[in-house]
């Protein structure tokens, strides 16, 4: 004989029972059904209980939680014995089903993502994953769109590394069910080199004496470029045949301007400075 139970897993104990058809004795009196035992199988023990009629009930009584996650199908025997002499014995073959309940939420693979992907134990509609922002601003919401069913991040705005460099959100995963977790996404913004630099003429005298000597400050030069790092470091220059030069061609903040020998006449000097 074989039997066939299906299970929701995550069921408890005594809370669940189920009936188990009785074997059958041609024989009768002593030599009918006299007792029952269970394979041992880690999860079910047996519960028999005798009729008015001397007819016995036989059921499966949960004893220890089931979970499909680890284990899906379960297969031990039910085994009836008389009381002849010599005994005799009939066996059933019991085949358990556990079937899903949703009781796994969504779990994201770490805490923080620059890329996301969420995962749920689940099966059919209890382990469908779906994402949401839960938690974003104003202005990564204009610039960013999410993938409900991928939770792929799209950028559908501008970016500008020089007035937003990180942008940082919370995105829901959901199941069919409605149990979700949660995870920070970082979303780093590379800088390009899109700024030309500025000159600005600091502290430029407007009259130099044409006997000034070699070295001394005439003005202060200040470059200023947006980018960052490397794409922010400056260099100038200066054309040749003018008795100037920069301190240093390397500009970080503010560089003097000096005087390179002594000024004859009283001519003007145009100055072309690079960036």
Request: one cysteine or more; a negative charge.
């Amino acid at each position: 004989m074989y039997k066939d139970v299906f299970i929701k897993h995550k069921v408890k104990g005594s809370e669940t029972r189920y009936r188990v058809n009785e074997a059958h004795d041609a024989d009768i009196g002593q030599n009918t059904v006299k007792q029952y035992s269970l394979q041992p199988n880690g999860h079910f023990v047996l519960s028999v209980r005798e009729d008015s009629d001397g007819s016995k009930s036989v059921e499966l009584m949960l004893d220890k939680e089931l979970d499909r996650e680890k284990q899906r199908d379960l297969d031990f025997m039910l085994i009836a014995v008389d009381g002849g002499n010599p005994q005799r014995s009939g066996t059933a073959n019991i085949h358990v089903t556990v079937l899903d309940a949703n009781d796994n939420a969504p779990v994201f693979d770490r805490a923080v993502y620059k890329a996301i992907s969420a995962s749920d134990a689940d099966e059919g509609v209890n382990g469908e994953v779906t994402y949401e922002f839960s938690r974003i601003s104003e202005r990564a919401k204009k610039i960013f769109s999410l993938d409900s069913k991928t939770g792929a991040i799209t950028v559908t705005g501008a970016l500008d590394f020089e007035s937003n460099s990180k942008y940082e959100m919370r995105i829901d995963a959901k199941d069919g069910y409605g149990l979700s977790s949660d995870s920070k996404v970082m979303i780093d913004i590379t800088d390009v080199n899109d700024n030309a630099p500025v000159i600005y003429l600091k502290s430029l005298t407007n009259a130099i004496p044409e006997n000034v000597s070699p070295g001394s400050e005439v003005g202060i030069i200040n470059v200023q470029d947006r980018d960052s790092e490397s794409n922010g470091q400056v260099r100038c220059s200066i054309q040749q045949n003018v008795p100037f030069k920069l301190s240093s061609p390397l500009i970080r903040d503010f560089s003097p301007l000096v005087s390179t020998a002594e000024r004859s006449g009283h001519s003007g000097t145009f100055l072309n400075l690079t960036a």
